[in-house]
Each structure stands twice: as structure tokens, then as C-alpha cells.
């Protein structure tokens, strides 16, 4: 049995043209998944961007020409689809939940959200810099500054929001500002071994899990510092934007958290726990 995915997203996501929460749980059953979560973005952030750049999907939310503004979560409607699934889907355990985007930055507008509904899954994610006043996601920093400073200024930040945010469960993605490298750039672990493992002892000091995103190729050897810093738990997520990436990647992602050290909790849908 493939690990449960607790880091899906759906039409509810604000960057996806291709979201279907129903689609993705049929997907689900067809993999035979013991359960899926749909950890919506939350995004209370207006980042300063170059409209040029820009998807197409994204440019509705420009507020003038240089200010991205994602819309607000419809929790209302988020919910209501959310029960006419668990109806159509009753083997197939349905999670809710969100994906909080620089949580650490707005303290008062995540608490309100938390609040505003029972969600059952809460992960943290970073994207963003602040740089001279000014919020930019971690991509657009390329263009203007050097890979390894933009990196290393992204590690820092990770750690900030470790440590003075407890509003999420896992950390996901802690690769996100590698999947835009420019292609002159590989990325290899080794070279911010300092910085990483930073990272994964801030997290693993707090007790939440840290999330194996299949995005991207997982990399073992982050996997392994995870378990030498201390880290005790793990959880799966492709972090899908349509049905069809449910779940990729997931056998491959689960045998590297296996090698780890980790092991199945006792729910399939729990974190994977430290085995031996």
C-alpha cells in the first residue's frame, strides 16, 4: 500500500487551472491511497512581481502591475465540496486542510483562518523573501541576485519560520527554490550541507515531521541528515495541482524514507515514525 497523500491541491488553490478535487479522489481509489488531503494555499502575502513573467492563471490576480495578490481560501465552498466527496468517495478517508504560506509574517490573519474552520491537516510552507521591504517569491530573486546568496537567504528564512511560528504539523517543501534553478545551476546537497541541516535541526527540535515532497526527485542524503538531526517523523506529498499527479512518485519516495529509518505510524494515514 502506497504512504496516504497529505499534500494535494484542487480547484480551491487559487494557482491551479487544472485543481479537481473530485478528479483527485477518484485518482486516489484507483491507486488504491488509504487516504488523500487537500491542504489548500493560503496566501496572505502581496508580493512584488514582473508582470511579464507571469503564467497567464496568475495575471487575474495582479492588484496593479507589480503587485500579486492571491484571493482569500472559500472555506465555505472548500468544505461543502469536501463533504459531497466524502459521500461519493465512503471508502477513501478525505482529509481537510491547508497549506499556510509564510505564516511566520502573518501571525493575526493565520490564526483567524485556523479558527474560522476544523481543518485536520496544517502544513507550513515558504516561497517568498523579504528584501528591502518588499515581498518577492524565491524564483524572481534569481534574476537578480547569486543563486547561492538567494539560497542561503532562503535556508535562514526556513528557520525563522520554524521557530516563531507553531501553527503547522510538517514543513513542506523545503526544496521549493530549487525547482526554479537556472539550468547553468544544479543543485547538490553537499554544497549547503551547513545550511540544511540548520534547517532540519530547527525543525527537529520542534517535534513536527518534515514532509518527503515528490515534486522533485527526493534526495536521500537530506532524508538521512533528517534522521541524524534528530527528526522523528515524516509524511508524503506530491503536492498535485491535477488528479493525475496524486500520489507520483510515492514508492520511490517511501523506499528512500525506508533506507531512512522510518516506518509506517499506526494509522496509513498517520506520519511515518523513526523504526529503528
Known sequence: MLPADLHTHTEFSWDTATGDMAGSCARAVELGLPA???????????????????????TRHLADDTALVPPPLDVTGYLEAIDRCRV???????????????????????ATLLASAPFERVIGSLHSLLVDGRYRLVEDEYLLRPVADVLRDYFAETIRLIETCDAFEALTHWDYPVRYLPATHPFRPADFEEELRAVLRALAGTGRALEVNTRRTVEPLVLRWWRESGGRAVSFGSDAHRPDLVAAGFAEAAALAEAAGFGAGRHPWDHWLVSR
Open 36 to 58: 488523500i488531503a487537500f491542504t489548500e494555499h493560503t496566501d496572505f502575502i502581496s508580493w512584488t512581481v514582473d508582470r511579464a513573467g507571469l503564467p497567464d492563471r496568475f
Open 88 to 110: 461519493k468517495y465512503p471508502t477513501l478517508k478525505i482529509i481537510s486542510g491547508v497549506e499556510l504560506g509564510e505564516p511566520h509574517w502573518f501571525a493575526g490573519e493565520t
